[in-house]
């Protein structure tokens, strides 16, 4: 069965510090990996996605993941958080199969200090 | 282009008392899909529809909750006889052919007293 690990339930950091935030993944193949990220009382939006090819997927806002095979695990990274990137990110895995549901993380809280 | 949209943005409601939430997809969208975010928690599948085939409901937690989708559009989410417990935000998405790449609406607060 398909589960999503993001072992940090809450991380705090410095503006301007670099971020990296964990995901590790079961599946019984690759999966489709997503990075969503929810803002407080917003939905949720599609920071970046892997679904195949370059290992290291760049996405919106400055942010980039790397997917590690070896690892199972699909970590998102920033090198200088700003005060704007507070909120909670999610991973997510998908079947590369058929376009049914994700299987999302409990996800991570960053909060950004000045 | 116009993204998902969901309404109410929040809802109020007595335990018993039946609600429904609304989802509009991206247009041109053939798959749309409901999820639940209870408080603190990750997001839980409820139901999936993809264009014209019978709906993927694996993921409703009760017979209480029903789903429609109308002209492969516009979708439904009906909760019967809510409880307490069915307090969460409802998260719609949608996702065209091909890549399952899900883009979500807003979400609906629904508050059961």
């Known amino acids: 069965a398909q589960s999503v690990t993001q072992p940090d339930i809450h991380i705090t950091v410095s503006e301007g510090a670099s971020l990296e935030l964990r995901c590790n993944y079961s599946?019984?193949?690759?999966?489709?990996l997503f990075w969503y990220v929810q803002s407080p009382g917003q939905g949720l939006q599609l920071l970046l996605k892997?679904?195949?090819?370059?290992?290291l997927v760049q996405g919106i806002k400055g942010f980039e993941a790397e997917f590690k095979r070896s690892q199972s695990s699909f970590n998102l990274r920033k090198p200088s958080v700003h005060w704007s990137d507070a909120a909670e990110y999610f991973c997510?895995?998908?079947?590369?199969?058929?376009?049914?549901?994700?299987?999302f993380g409990t996800g991570t809280r960053l909060t950004v200090i000045p | 282009g116009a993204g998902v949209s969901q309404s109410p943005s929040n809802k109020v409601t007595e335990k018993g008392k039946d609600v429904e939430l609304r989802c509009d997809p991206i247009?041109?969208?053939?798959?749309l899909y409901w999820y639940r975010q209870s408080l603190g928690q990750g997001l839980e599948f409820l139901i999936y529809?993809?264009?014209?085939?019978?709906?993927?409901k694996s993921g409703l937690p009760s017979d209480r909750f029903s789903a429609e989708r109308t002209g492969g559009s516009v979708s439904t989410l009906t909760i019967q006889r809510t409880q307490q417990e069915d307090s969460a935000v409802y998260l719609c998405?949608?996702?065209?052919?091909?890549?399952?790449?899900?883009?979500f609406g807003p979400g609906t607060r629904l508050l059961v007293l």
């Open positions: 997510a895995v998908g079947d590369p199969r058929g376009a049914n549901n994700l299987f």
């Open positions: 247009s041109g969208h053939t798959a």
């Open positions: 529809f993809q264009g014209n085939s019978a709906p993927d």
């Open positions: 599946y019984g193949a690759t999966p489709y």
């Open positions: 998405a949608s996702s065209g052919a091909g890549r399952q790449t899900q883009y």
């Open positions: 892997y679904f195949s090819g370059d290992t």
